[in-house]
């Protein structure tokens, strides 16, 4: 099987990528059969990464030390959004670090015709910016919990905590937006209300200074409970709901946000105090999963940006950089 000039000149242009950026690896984004061992002649030198949903593409690299295969659920998704997925579990899996630079080929051309280009696109990523630039798309996907401007200040404030912690010292703790009369029935207080007396304006997330308020109170043992209107309510809560069933890996943080999640209409932010990474969970079930990056959160529409290769030897400061979104 030869590959199409087109997939050649990509190919080479990312070769001469990662050699003049540099560029820590290459992903092949593709769910049509390629000349695996023409792919790995031309990219000799590189880290190989391939993503794809269809498991028989990618059977016979398994076994093969130059790859390293990620998995996709076989979803319709949009190229950016499996993309987004096949970055962020590389990321989580340790096997890039989240700074990395990535160049990307993919299949970014819909066509009619059964027979597309294996490759016709070709992005260099910036991984650090392109993880941490969720967009409000994102969130939608927690339904009514609260308002987007409410959701968006708690994701501030959850993955702020997990990458910055306190002091110098890791924090876990648990932030539960909305349904706030049913979570409170579910749960006691370890400790005093630190909110409690204060004004609404005073416990408005949405504000940075309250955020700042809020991080040194979330050293206190227990959950943190706010209002879908973004006023925080209580603090020091033991989540008393259980129920939910979470795969091998959580601890009773994991688990009692989940559970308060699957009994009460809320969403909860679990921050991790080993990784920093923050989990959402809704229904009982994880709905989003947030690494800790070294900046904070640009909110901005997802945008992708591509190259097409003209000429191979097309000078390195005319190829289009990726300057990434995010995602769950």
Known sequence: MS???QSVALLQAARDLVKSLPADAVLLLTETSLDWGEVRRMLAG?????????????????????????????????TQERMNTALLK??????????????????????????????????????GEHLERMTSQDLRILGDAAPLDVLRAVVDLATEIGREGREGQ????????????KVLSLSHFQNFNPFRGYSRAERDVRKKDVREQIKEIAKLDGALLIGRDGIAEAAC?????HGANMR?????RHTAAAGISKQT???????????????VFKGGEEVLHIE???????????????QEIEDKDKDEDEIIDENGDEVS
Do not use: M
């Not at 899996?93 to 059964?114: F, K, Q, R, W």
């Not at 809560?237 to 709901?241: K, P, R």
């Not at 070294?294 to 909110?299: E, K, S």
């Open 265 to 279: 209409s809320a969403v909860a932010f679990a921050v991790s105090q080993s990784s920093g990474s923050v989990r």
């Open 170 to 181: 890791p924090i876990g703790t648990i932030l539960v937006v909305g349904d706030t009369r």
């Open 90 to 127: 590389a990321v989580s899996d340790e096997l890039l670090p989240p700074g990395s630079h990535v160049v990307a080929i993919y299949n970014g051309i819909a066509t009619l015709d059964d027979a597309p280009e294996p490759v016709d696109s070709l992005s260099v990523i910036h991984l």
């Open 3 to 5: 590959l199409p000039s």
């Open 237 to 241: 809560l033991h989540l008393g709901a």
């Open 46 to 78: 590189c880290r190989l990464f391939v993503a794809a949903e269809n498991p028989a593409l990618t059977r016979s690299l398994r076994d093969d030390p130059d790859w390293t295969v990620i998995d996709l659920d076989p979803e319709p998704l949009p």
């Open 292 to 306: 800790p990056l070294a900046r904070p959160h640009v909110w901005q529409p997802f945008r992708l940006e591509t």
């Open 248 to 252: 091998k890996g959580f601890g009773s």
